[in-house]
């Protein structure tokens, strides 16, 4: 057994009562780390980690909703595509994280859940500068779903500002690998708190919409939905709004979205894991869709709910 199978390989799963949850300590969950499940608020990597001092880490988030795991494969697919770019390696197969992820929602009993899976790159023994010295370092864990509009903004639409803030290229970081390089986004919101928004688009290098802090953007036009094709993250929401689309018969497709073709669409909106698909009712302070949800998007929404029912797109959890 190497050494990073001897620090990480999973340790028999404990009981709920075993795990000496705080019911007060914030946020309520339970995360898988050094082959343990441990109360959320006991889940701390060390300063040293490439992952913190770097951010040389890749991670995905999936949700479970009403009990059920939403398109997890696709989460694993993009995860372990990530761990192969970043030449990271952890010591479990994908069944072996789709059973800790699913340990970790069990235990914390949480049937809406924001469920991470992450890897970094971890520490060296020595503290080489060599990131082939590092051990690379998988953790997981579940926490209560949360959503990037709240129910008020879910309802009304957000208010959204477009920031002059340039997200980083796919030559430099590619976008397919999750990652948490994120300052460009953050100084996006802070331009877009400033202008009174509620949260920010950023462009990409040719000065066309890119995406914002957490989400991808789609605006429908006529009738057919583009969002942007480059220099983004490969959402799992944005496929399945193009999943949605196929089976709705309507036109979508990735292509450049220019920051007037965002103004002038007939509806907006933006797509997470956390909040699914969520309407734009406001950019730069100007309204869109007369400042409603729009009915393609309210399709869309509902559409979107109803497949997490559905054992093709989604899978249950057993809990204890
Ligand atoms: N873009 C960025 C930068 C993100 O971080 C995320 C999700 O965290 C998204 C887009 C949306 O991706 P998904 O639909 O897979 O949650």
């Not at 939905?225 to 497709?253: H, K, M, N």
Request: overall charge negative; some cysteine; aromatic content about 10%.
């Amino acid at each position: 057994m190497d050494q990073t199978t001897a620090t990480q390989a999973a340790k028999p799963l404990p009981t709920v009562g075993d795990l000496h949850v705080d019911p007060h300590a914030y946020p309520d969950g339970i995360a898988f780390l050094d082959g343990q499940y441990l109360p959320m608020s006991q889940a701390k990597v060390s300063v040293l980690d490439w992952g913190f001092l770097h951010s040389d880490a890749t991670y995905d988030t999936v949700h479970v909703w009403n009990g059920r795991f939403f398109r997890l494969d696709l989460h694993l697919d993009r995860f372990f595509g990530g761990l192969e770019k970043l030449r990271m390696t952890i010591p479990f197969d994908r069944d072996g994280v789709a059973e800790i992820l699913h340990n970790c929602v069990a235990l914390s009993g949480h049937r809406a859940a924001y469920v991470e899976m992450l890897c970094t790159r971890g520490a060296s023994p020595t503290f080489s500068r060599d990131p082939r010295q590092a051990i690379n370092r998988f953790m997981a864990f579940a926490v209560p779903f949360g959503s990037v509009a709240n129910a008020e903004q879910l309802r009304r639409g957000l208010r959204v500002a477009i920031s002059d803030k340039v997200r980083i290229p796919p030559a430099s970081v590619d976008p397919s690998i999750k990652n948490y390089h994120w300052l460009d986004l953050v100084r996006g919101l802070y331009d877009a708190y400033d202008r009174g928004a509620e949260t920010a688009l950023i462009l990409d290098f040719n000065g066309n919409v890119a995406e914002g802090p957490g989400f991808n953007v789609f605006c429908v036009k006529d009738g057919k939905l583009s969002t942007p094709a480059i220099g983004v993250l490969p959402g799992i929401t944005r496929r399945t709004v193009f999943d949605l689309c196929v089976e709705e018969g309507l036109v979508a497709a990735a292509a450049d979205v220019s920051v007037a073709a965002l103004k002038a669409a007939d509806e907006v909106f933006i797509t997470s894991t956390a909040g699914g698909i969520m309407p734009v009712a406001e950019i730069d302070g100007a309204v869109i869709a007369d400042g409603k949800v729009g009915p393609v998007t309210g399709r869309l929404m509902a559409l979107y709910w109803q497949k997490h029912d559905d054992p093709a797109w989604s899978s249950q959890v057993t809990y204890p």
